[in-house]
């Protein structure tokens, strides 16, 4: 947790999302993919609203993608995010996209389409968050 | 339609009132209501947002009402502004109700402030997929998005300055503006700290600001008003596929969804088309949203919209005279409303910087999230 044990909004688990943070749990990236379509989807939904499918399979993502956009916040400072945070929009190689922070990156470094990879740590939360990391690439 | 704006009413906008939220609301609404030459009595129905401190029970009671007939609340902010006054036309236009005040009022800079961020416990479900990785004020949530439109078209934050002093130029000779008399520069924009980097700099994002906002409709047909209506030709809301608030990060990069679902039913209930709006409103909590507007409705070419707010085109001599007023960015942040206060002032021919002429005004919520919009005009349709 952040200083002062300010800790940032807790993660949803709902019907549609409790898979997503049970994997994260376990240290898996889990994926919707729908069983109409066969379409990854994400966030995750009962319905798929493409196809109209109820049915899905849930697939553990190689955690492999890039960042499709980030930003670095600076001013005000907000006690759930220390120094050092960074937001991303990781697009995963599943082609999906996912809201999450970039972990241990000099902000100078950080680009988009630059190559990242899941890991999971707390940061600032109650709960394990599914974070990514810069890979050479 | 037949429903008309035939009152508007505001408070000073200001960074400390000195007075309550509801000294602030009862004000705007009594100058909204005489502006119509109405009084209290006559008000049957009453619409705000669901952030406002006075549902419309409780601003019956504040201000001794009698039976209303008609009351709601829309969701969401800024993006609601105008579906607040869509309320009220649709109560109107199916006689449920003959006088419905609109209103939003607070003290949005000396109360409680953006800054003030979630933390701990349940997540609003509909931000669970930022809120838990720190995205807690708007600006964080809007950046990535508009990041990905700078991204695309190739262009800086320093692109985004033309957009500030653009609106700055309009406050600057509006008295009731937060930067009345205090223009800008590509300069003073560039040296203001980032917000976000590299995508938000402080003049990138509106003003907090107290006040508040009122504005009457009613059939002139069937209510006599003393003040000049001007003519709801369109009102609608739209939410797309998919839609999110200021996060919508899954759609295509550049593009804003929920903007032509609005779009099209403006022009289908008006038999209006872009090329008959005279001046715009739009809502601009932060600066991207203004050229991936343009664009988006089809103001300009696609990659075209800083381009035409460069070369002048959202000046009051340009084809485009939008944010007249400063904006939110400039003037205040009454959550939208003194954006559609604006149109109503410029097509009464009653606006600081007036646009010659103007006939038809195009007032539309927040870009970034499910949204609505109103055409408007001094013509009866």
Redesign the interface.
């Known amino acids: 947790m952040a200083a002062g044990g ?7 688990r ?1 019907g549609a ?1 409790a898979f997503f943070w049970e994997g994260v749990d376990a240290g898996r990236l889990l994926l919707q993919r729908c069983r109409g379509c066969h379409r990854f989807r ?2 995750p939904a009962l319905r798929c ?1 493409r196809c109209g499918a109820t049915g899905w399979d849930e697939v553990e993502s190689s955690g492999r993608g890039t960042v ?9 400072e ?4 220390p120094p050092g ?1 960074i ?3 990781v697009e995963l190689e599943e082609g ?6 970039l972990v241990g990156a000099d ?1 100078a470094e950080v680009a ?1 389409d630059r190559p990242v990879e899941v890991c999971f740590d707390r ?5 394990v ?1 599914p974070l990514f990391r810069l890979v050479a690439p | 339609m037949t429903a008309a704006i035939v009152g508007v009413g505001q408070t000073a906008f200001s960074k400390a009132s000195g007075t309550s939220e509801t000294a602030l609301v009862v004000e705007a609404v009594t100058a909204a209501v005489a502006d119509a030459g109405l009084g209290l009595a006559d008000v049957d129905g009453l619409v705000t947002f669901h952030l406002d401190d006075h549902d419309p029970l409780y601003l019956s009671t504040v201000l001794g009402l009698g039976e209303l007939s008609w009351f709601s609340t829309t969701p969401w902010g800024g993006a609601m502004a105008c579906a607040t006054v869509h309320d009220a036309v649709v109560a109107v236009e199916h006689g449920l109700a003959d006088v419905v005040v609109v209103y939003r009022a607070g003290n949005m800079r000396s109360g409680a402030r953006v ?1 003030e ?9 509909n ?11 708007a600006a ?1 949530m809007f ?3 508009g ?2 439109y700078l ?1 695309e078209r190739q262009v800086t934050n320093r692109d985004l300055a033309e957009v500030v002093v653009r609106q700055r130029d309009y406050a600057a000779r509006n008295p009731n503006a937060h930067f009345h008399e205090r223009p800008s520069s590509v300069e003073e924009h560039q040296a203001s ?7 938000l700099r ?1 003049p990138d994002c509106c003003l907090e600001t107290d006040g508040g906002v009122a504005i009457v409709v009613a059939d002139p047909a069937v209510v006599a008003t003393s003040s000049t209506p001007v003519h709801v030709r369109a009102a609608a809301r739209g939410m797309s ?2 839609s999110k608030q200021l ?1 919508n ?2 759609a295509a ?1 550049d593009a804003m969804p929920d903007v032509p679902v609005v779009a099209r039913q403006l022009w289908q209930q008006s038999g209006l088309a872009l090329t008959d709006v005279d001046v715009v409103n739009v809502y601009d909590s932060f600066s991207p949203y203004v050229p991936m507007f343009l664009e988006q409705m089809g103001f300009c070419e696609p990659g075209r919209g800083l381009d035409l707010v460069r070369d002048g085109g959202t000046a009051l001599d340009g084809p485009v005279p939008l944010n007249t007023n400063g904006g939110q960015l400039a003037e205040a942040y009454i959550h939208g409303f003194n954006g559609i206060v604006e149109v109503v002032r410029q097509l009464r021919g009653q606006a600081v910087n007036q646009v010659a002429g103007a006939v038809n005004g195009l007032a539309f919520g927040s870009p970034t999230m499910p949204t609505a919009a109103l055409l408007l005009s001094r013509e009866a349709p």
């Open positions: 300010v800790s940032r909004p807790r993660p949803r709902d999302t994400h966030p609203a499709y956009a980030f930003g670095i916040p600076r001013h005000p907000v006690a759930v995010n945070t937001f991303v929009v999906v996209r996912l809201v999450s922070n902000p988009i940061l600032a939360s109650h709960d968050l | 800054r961020a979630p933390t701990g416990g349940p997540v609003d479900p931000f669970q997929w930022t809120l838990p990785f720190g995205l807690v004020m964080h950046a990535l998005w990041q990905r991204h700290p980032w917000v976000v980097e590299p995508v402080i596929v998919g996060t990060y899954y990069g």
